[in-house]
């Protein structure tokens, strides 16, 4: 469990990473979104070969396909409800500079809670990919520190507009940090200590999540910054990820 909390701390530092960028760095729009369309190929690939193909070999395909479909649902729901108290700009750095009037302390809070609603099911199968007395699974570690890294960039932008200190929103990043771990070790102990039919329906429904959050953000996103370099960056993270799983 320790090493579950450790991997999932390793790969939510990308948030801290992405605040210290934009604290001193301002990066291009085609260089962020040739990051998240990487991400979005990465989180593809694990999604598929790290979280479906076990499944499908231990549950029935209708199982699988309701648990993807509560994972969608559960993600949807959540993002939404957050969507209203400022939380749908979080991947978007240039969304506070056509701020509305919102209340920009609401607006802050829902990009922290939106980054925790999106980190959290990353980090829980970080975790699930250690049960079996297995290594970290290299291509979903990949793929979840690239697509945090944009979405700390982003929120970490708009909360300065918003007014909150450097100060606090370190704090913000390394207790989110925190939670990963935490997430990541509790996705370990569910999964380890879970049948098997339990085991395939935990898989199937962080894989609905995690392709929700791909469709929903990442990938629009990516290709509105990237434009028609979107779709190389995304087969580039895809076949890395692939690359990474021959390894593990």
């Known amino acids: 469990m320790a090493e579950a909390a450790f991997w999932g701390a390793v790969g939510a530092s990308a948030l801290v990473v992405g605040a210290e960028v934009a604290f001193h760095f301002k990066l291009s729009r085609l260089t962020i979104g040739l990051i998240m369309a990487f991400g979005v190929g ?33 993600f949807f729901v959540g993002d939404r409800l957050i969507a209203r108290i400022g939380g749908e700009g979080r991947k978007n750095p240039e969304a506070a500079s056509a701020d509305d009037g919102e209340d920009k302390e609401d607006s802050g809070l829902g990009l922290v809670l939106g980054t925790l609603l999106d980190g959290i099911p990353e980090s829980a199968v ?16 990949a793929g979840v520190w690239v697509s945090n890294f944009p979405e700390s960039l982003g929120s970490s932008v708009n909360m300065r507009n918003s007014g909150w200190s450097k100060r606090k929103i370190r704090f913000i990043w390394y207790g989110i940090l925190v939670a990963s771990a935490v997430a990541s070790a509790i996705g370990f102990a569910a999964l380890d200590a879970s049948s098997t039919l339990t085991g395939g329906l935990v898989e199937a429904f962080a894989a609905g999540a995690l392709l929700c959050m791909i469709a929903d953000e990442m990938a629009p996103e990516a290709y509105r910054r990237a434009s028609v370099f979107a779709g190389l960056a995304t087969v580039a993270g895809f076949c890395l990820a692939v690359w990474l799983t021959t390894l593990e």
Do not use: C, D, N, R
């Open 126 to 141: 970080l975790g699930m990919s250690l049960v079996g007395g297995a290594g970290v699974s290299l291509s979903l570690l």
């Open 42 to 74: 990465a989180l593809i690939s694990s999604v598929a070969f790290e979280l479906i193909a076990p499944a499908i070999q231990t549950i029935e395909t209708w199982q699988v396909g309701l648990g993807l479909a509560l994972g969608a649902l559960t």
